[in-house]
T-cell receptor, first 115, second 115 residues
Framework: EPEVTQTPSHQVTQMGQEVILRCVPI?????FYWYRQILGQKVEFLVS????????KSEIFDDQFSVERPDGSNFTLKIRSTKLEDSAMYFC?????????????FGPGTRLTVL | AQSVTQLGSHVSVSEGALVLLRCNYS??????LFWYVQYPNQGLQLLLK??????LVKGINGFEAEFKKSETSFHLTKPSAHMSDAAEYFC?????????????FGSGTRLQVQP
């Protein structure tokens, strides 16, 4: 069964450093998403991406964050200058279409630890 | 904006007992609703979804949920718990009333199954 994959599974970085989290969505999916879950808190939406541009973003997704689809398979989330509060599990998801009823398939997550 | 609330952060049942995980929604229009499960060290997996068709929705692994408009609820049930059902369960719905695909999640319910 096709699945969303994410690398690395765990990333440790120093505050102020740039990190890139990578995701490979399911191959025929057109919509891509990033969510995050701070330890002990809810899963929160960050951004969605379609047709090589951001289609929605939350208040969390400020200028420190960016997303890119650098090639036909990868989808990346970049945090330019990490803060302690960016420590969280980051989930990538993809969906085949853009209907509100379309299932979003989630990857296993990248645990980001900012020291 | 639409939202979901999960009552009970932890639920413990005995193997073979009924599982009932509660989710209430807040919406000015009939919502779309999802239940996801997260096993340890894995991503979120869709259990089932309500898309305004049948009010009783059957999902994977023997789970089902019933949409009750009068109670604004979408509780998840399974007649007989299995040890492998131990996981965290999240109720979710699309953010906003129209157009938005981003999901908002409940705070999650951790299910323990005792032998």
């Amino acid at each position: 069964e096709p699945e969303v994959t994410q690398t690395p599974s765990h990333q440790v970085t120093q505050m102020g450093q740039e990190v890139i989290l990578r995701c490979v969505p399911i191959s025929n999916h057109l919509y891509f998403y990033w969510y995050r879950q701070i330890l002990g808190q809810k899963v929160e939406f960050l951004v969605s991406f379609y047709n090589n541009e951001i289609s929605e973003k939350s208040e969390i997704f400020d200028d420190q964050f960016s997303v890119e689809r650098p090639d036909g398979s990868n989808f990346t989330l970049k945090i330019r200058s990490t803060k302690l509060e960016d420590s969280a599990m980051y989930f990538c998801a993809s969906s085949e279409g853009g209907q509100r009823t379309d299932t979003q398939y989630f990857g296993p997550g990248t645990r980001l630890t900012v020291l | 904006a639409q939202s979901v609330t999960q009552l009970g952060s932890h639920v413990s049942v005995s193997e073979g007992a009924l599982v009932l995980l509660r989710c209430n929604y807040s919406s000015s229009v009939p919502p779309y609703l999802f239940w996801y499960v997260q096993y340890p060290n894995q991503g979120l997996q869709l259990l089932l979804k309500y898309t305004s068709a049948a009010t009783l929705v059957k999902g994977i692994n023997g789970f089902e949920a019933e949409f009750k408009k009068s109670e604004t609820s979408f509780h998840l049930t399974k007649p007989s718990a299995h040890m492998s059902d131990a996981a965290e369960y999240f109720c979710a719905c699309p953010l906003g009333d129209t157009g938005r695909r981003a999901l908002t999640f409940g705070s999650g319910t951790r299910l323990q199954v005792q032998p």
